[in-house]
């Protein structure tokens, strides 16, 4: 991609997402995503009512009058965005490639996670780790993310979330807030997934096309599968072939909902081509 188009490409997502972040979800996010816990912020004298457990004994002492300890929420998060770049994310049947919706809802995220002065990390992965890039803070860090989002090339396109699980697990020392964004089409990653998300607040954004759960009646049509490069000759015109596509497809959700529940990590779906501001918004509240 020339260099004046990529520009331009981050400049429009940095426009439509950061107006997004600051006027609907910075207060949803702040709300939806605490801090790692509690820390220490001042004494004061003590109050009717207050805590004796909170009694600071060695200031009491010093000054005859009992005070307390005051605590409060340690505010600031690492944000890690898990991106899937697999070569399913290069379809799209609407106005918009999966690819697309995933490169605005990360940009979402980051520019959500910097109005509340958090930390933002990027790892890109097909079925290993393709890239790292570690969190930091500030606007130009987030601007370079949605660069490497709209530019980046994977080395695989087969999808497997195994690893890059692993991976974030011991790479990411602390607790975060952890974002996998993908159309999950892989399997196997359920034990690493609740391994995971012992140590991480893990949120699933599904993505999705129209055309994963319908398929159309064109008649015979060759498919050709973006992840493995095989060729197949479908006849569309068969209802029991769509209608066996329409329930895989509705079983494969089931399925990806049951794991996540079973993991406690939370879920939500968004569809290329329409509005994803609805499901996020409906996990942030969730959450609360």
């Known amino acids: 991609m020339e260099t004046s188009e990529l520009i331009e490409k981050v400049r429009r997502i940095e426009i439509k997402t950061r107006g997004l972040s600051k006027h609907i979800f910075a207060g949803q996010y702040h709300s939806a995503f605490k801090g790692r816990g509690v820390a220490f912020s001042e004494v004061r004298e003590y109050q009717f009512g207050d805590d004796t457990r909170s009694i600071d004994w060695n200031v009491t002492a010093r000054f005859n009058h009992p005070y307390v300890k005051i605590f409060e929420e340690e505010r600031e998060l690492t944000v890690v965005l898990m991106v899937d770049v697999s070569g399913s994310g290069n379809f799209g049947s609407n106005t918009q490639l999966k690819r697309e919706l995933i490169t605005e809802l990360s940009a979402l995220l980051a520019f959500s996670a910097i109005q ?126 769509r209608n066996a596509y329409h329930q895989f497809s509705l079983d494969h959700t089931k399925w990806l909902k049951s794991v996540f529940s079973r993991c406690g990590v939370d879920y939500a779906k968004m569809t290329t081509g329409e509005d994803y501001v609805i499901p996020l918004l409906a996990l942030f509240k969730a959450r609360k």
């Open 116 to 241: 509340n002065n958090d930390k933002t990390g990027l790892v890109f992965f097909s079925d290993k780790v393709e890239k790292f890039i570690p969190p930091k803070k500030g606007r130009k860090h987030i601007l370079h993310l949605i660069r490497e989002l709209i530019d980046f090339s994977p080395g695989n396109k087969t999808t497997g979330l195994a690893e890059p699980l692993k991976f974030i697990t011991n790479a990411i020392k602390k607790r975060a807030a952890v974002f996998i964004i993908s159309d999950f089409q892989c399997a196997g990653f359920e034990d690493a997934l609740t391994i995971a998300a012992r140590k991480h607040d893990i949120a699933g954004l599904h993505i999705t096309d129209p055309r994963d759960i319908v398929l159309p009646d064109i008649g015979l049509a060759q498919f050709t599968d973006p992840e493995t490069g095989e060729l197949r000759w479908i006849d569309t015109s068969a209802r029991s072939v």
